[in-house]
């Protein structure tokens, strides 16, 4: 964490300063940085307990997670796609199904100009933007609006491109309301991770954003 931490810190000086010079005292620190790093996984690479944690085959059951992981309030979307088909796996304390939802390459397409648009310093073209926030809620949500009822946090487990996909900023076409104003969205990488996450989890004394 360390070691990402000041990396991460000599990026962002690199690009507000744009230090191109290979030569620079920074570039040359960051060099470093990354050996250093690149040493720090050789070395856990050889640890067998870092390889049982890493590939661990440890899967959480659903009834687990039905009965132990969430709450009334709470839902799993899961999404996969392949070929033309788009699935949103949910789960929540009393449901658990699968959504099928027919898509085009528009749909990746639509994404990656969103990511796009979110990145321009301009603010982008919020026309456009509304208009793929609507497209994308008719796809990811819109499916399985219905088993969301009574639910406050959504849990977000994307795929691919969909990760680079801000949940709660997807606009409802019916009042024009992004997600957000709905429910609490945060992501995850998989069920397992949420099940670790819940055992782990201890009383917080600073909660920093």
């Known amino acids: 964490k360390k070691l990402k931490t000041e990396l991460a810190r000599l990026n962002i000086s690199a690009s507000h300063s744009g230090a191109n010079n290979p030569d ?3 570039t040359l620190k960051t060099r470093e940085l990354e050996i250093a790093l690149s040493q720090m996984q050789e070395r856990l690479n050889e640890d067998p307990k870092y390889q049982s944690l890493k590939f661990t085959s440890h899967q959480t059951k659903i009834d687990t997670i039905q009965q132990k992981l969430l709450t009334a309030s709470e839902a799993i979307l899961s999404y996969y796609y ?19 939802t027919p898509i085009s390459g528009a749909f990746t397409k639509n994404i990656l100009t969103l990511r796009e648009l979110l990145n321009a310093t301009d603010a ?22 219905t088993k ?23 606009t409802d076409p019916a009042n024009d309301a992004p997600l957000l104003r709905k429910f609490a969205v945060r992501y995850n990488y998989s069920a397992n991770f949420i099940d670790a996450g819940k055992l782990l989890r201890g009383d917080y004394a600073v909660l920093a954003l």
């Open 124 to 145: 982008g073209d919020r026309k456009t933007m509304q208009t793929i926030t609507t497209d994308l809620y008719a796809k990811l949500i819109s499916p399985v609006i």
């Open 148 to 170: 969301l009822a009574n639910k406050k946090h959504l849990i977000i487990i994307p795929y691919n491109e969909i990760g680079y996909i801000p949940f709660e900023i997807l």
């Open 24 to 26: 620079s005292s920074t």
């Open 82 to 100: 392949a070929n033309d088909q788009l699935y949103c796996f949910y789960i929540t304390n009393d449901q658990f199904g699968y959504t099928q």
